[in-house]
Structures are given as C-alpha cells and as structure tokens.
C-alpha cells in the first residue's frame, strides 16, 4: 500500500478512535462537565447510599434509613453559607410548599444535610431551619458528625466540597431526590423547584 | 549522532525520566492541581513538554522510520488534536482529580499523544500544515478561555469559581501572547515556530 493511502487509511482509524472516546467520556456528547454527567448516571442508575447517623437541629440521632419508604428531597448545606444555601433554602421552602399536604410527613420528607459538623451544631442548624420555617419533622436541619461516615455519604450523592479563601465552602448545589428504595433517582437544578415538585407529586 | 543515543542525550533521557516521575509525585500533582490555573496551564503543558522532549531525544533517523509506520504526519497531528482537546473538557479535568485512572491517562496521553506525536510530525508538515495546527490551538485556547471567564455556573466541581475565572483569563492572555509570537516567527523565520527548518531529512514529505 502506499504512504499517502495509509496516511489516509490510519487518520481515518484515529479520527474515529478519537471521536468515540469523545463520545465515551461525554456520555454521547451531552455531559461535558462532572456535574452533568453525576445527573446522567444517576438517571441511569438510581445509586445506593451509606446508612449514615445524623443528628437533626434538637439533636435526635436518626438515620437514613429511617426515611425508607417514603419519597426524601435531600440537599447540602452550611449554615454559615451567605450565598447559594440561602436560595436553596428558600427553594426547598418552595418546594415542601407544592407538595399535597395529606403527603407531606407521611409519604414525602424533606432533610437539609450540613457537610459542616465542626460549625453546625444542633443550635445553628435550628436556626438556619427557623429562618426557613422548616418545622424540624417533614423538614430537618441534620449533620453527620463522623467525618468519615459524612464522606462517604458525599461521595454517593457526587457532592465536592472545597474550602474557599473566606472560610467558607464552595459547593456543588443541586435538588436530590431519594427513591422509597433508598436510592438516589434524580438530582436537578436549584432553579427548577417546580420541575422537581411535579415530578415528587407524580411518584406519589 | 545519528543511531544511536550519544552520552549527552542518554544523561537528557534520565534527567526527564526523574522530572516526569518527580511531577508524578503526590506532593507535586496536589500542589500543581489545587489550582484550576496551575493543573491547565503548568502541569498539563510541562506534561505535553516532556513528550516533545522525549521525541527530540530519539535520533532522526529513528524518527522518520517511527513516521512511516504511524502513517506520516496526519495521524500524528490529529491524535495530538483529539488527545489535547479532551484534557481541556471540564469534565476530564474533574476527573483527573477524582478518578486515579483518569490522572493515569491524563500522564501518559499527554506526552505521548500530544507532543511526542507533534514532534514527529512537525519536520514533514509544510508551512500550511503548520499554521493549522497553531491556529487551531490559538483558537481553541482562547474560545475555551473565553468561555470559563463568562460561563454562568462553576464548570469543574473541584475548582473554586473565580479560579475557573481565572484560568480563563489566563488562557486568553496566553493565546493571544502565543498568536504574536508565531506571527512574529512567520515575519522573521518564515513560520516553522520553535523547530527549526528540516535539515536532517532527506527532503521528502510523508503526508
């Protein structure tokens, strides 16, 4: 064969290498960030989680697995948090507020998650919930106090968390939903509240 | 010099086998990756260096045979565009951080599919082929750059926004810097970048 034949021939076999490992690493071309692609997944794989021991804002030890069989909204926060926690609080306010009262409690709960132990003990947690009107039953204010057990729960769910140059933490922010399975089965945007609450109410 | 590795180039081999393995450290890849700026624009390019300089190190003679059986320059430069163009997504640079293979490959991709390759293939390219492999970088360098510096949300999980915006910046700065230089190059040298015109090949052009 000649030179610019298998010139031709080997840049056709690398072009289309390359293109699939684009379209392996991308999941089809539409996750181009991390934060997509823990979305893709999860909507693919509903994903296990660590039965980890939480302690809520009066300070009640309980467990994840004690939300079993009923439908979980869960997000992360840190109460010191000025920024994207105060939104998102508001916006799980927004959302326990769509939800059927006949179902709140019973069939949905809604749990606020710090990855702040240190800082977050049951008083700040109580009054960052109060701020919220989070009632501390259908919504709690929680935070895991083993460092390793909170790990391990961050990394199911695909949450980093890294400190900032002003002492507090930058996040990635997102609604979680946790099925009456005990699996995480949907994560979406904080803007999308309504999306997210009309799906709860179509699982209900 | 032609054949076989002379005394100073086998000292060069081993003095960027132990900087390659130095970068591989842990100390170094958490210093050089905990900032967004410094993972894109120091290791990744010292990692890219590295291959090119590892190709220089293999006699001429060896790399002209190297060419002809990879195909010619073509399939060089277009691995080096696929392999160069994933490290940029955020997704990749996520990754890397997250996921010990992905580092892995990011180490050996990056040397050995980015510059090893373009060195290969940079003595056949002609002055066309050249330019488009610059352009093409400067291009991609600065619309990525551009898009850290506006993009509404924080694009890498493990990097702090205004590191993103950062990063972004400096890629801008570092394309157009990069731009005038080679346009400076194409004034002065005739546009054959940092390599200088073939002199060791016999003359013919593989691709």
Known sequence: ????????????????????????????????????????????????????????????????????????????????????????????????????????????????????????????????????????EIWRIARVRNKAELQSLLDAFGIIVIPDQFGGFEHNTALHLVGRDGRLRLISDIDKAVPFAEQVVALL | MIGTLSHYSGRSALALGVFYLLLATPIARDWLEASMSRHMLVQMPLLVVIGIIAARLVPGRMQDSLLIRLGGAWPCVIAAL??????????????????????????????????????????????????????????????????????????????????QENAGWYMVIASVLLFFWWLGTLLVGGGVGPDKPDQSGSGRTFA
Not at chain 1, 28 to 48: C, H, K, N, Q, Y
Not at chain 2, 105 to 113: D, E, N, R, V, Y
């Open chain 1, 1 to 136: 064969m000649s030179l610019a034949k298998r010139s031709v021939l080997i840049s056709a076999l690398v072009t289309s290498l390359g293109t699939w490992v684009f379209w392996w690493g991308t999941d089809g071309f539409t996750a181009f960030t991390a934060e997509t692609a823990r979305r893709v997944e999860i909507l693919r794989s509903p994903r296990a989680l660590p039965d980890v021991t939480l302690e809520d804002q009066n300070g009640k030890i309980f467990h994840l697995k004690d939300y079993q069989g009923k439908l979980l909204a869960v997000d992360f926060i840190f109460t010191r948090c000025t920024t994207l926690c105060r939104s998102m609080g508001m916006i799980f306010k927004q959302i326990r507020d769509l939800i059927p009262e006949e179902s709140l409690g019973r069939d949905f709960a809604l749990l606020s998650i710090s990855f702040d132990p240190e800082h977050d003990a049951p008083a700040n947690l109580k009054k960052y919930g109060e701020a919220y009107g989070a009632d501390g």
């Open chain 2, 82 to 163: 696929f392999a160069s163009s994933y490290w940029m997504l955020p997704r990749a640079l996520d990754a890397a951080l997250t996921d010990p293979w992905a580092e892995a490959a990011k180490f050996l991709s990056l040397p050995f599919l980015v510059g090893f390759p373009l060195v290969l293939a940079w003595r056949r390219l002609t002055l066309i082929g050249r330019g488009f492999v610059w352009t093409n970088f400067f291009s991609m360098l600065a619309v990525l750059g551009w898009l850290y510096i506006v993009a509404p949300v924080r694009v890498c999980n493990s990097y702090l926004v205004n590191d």
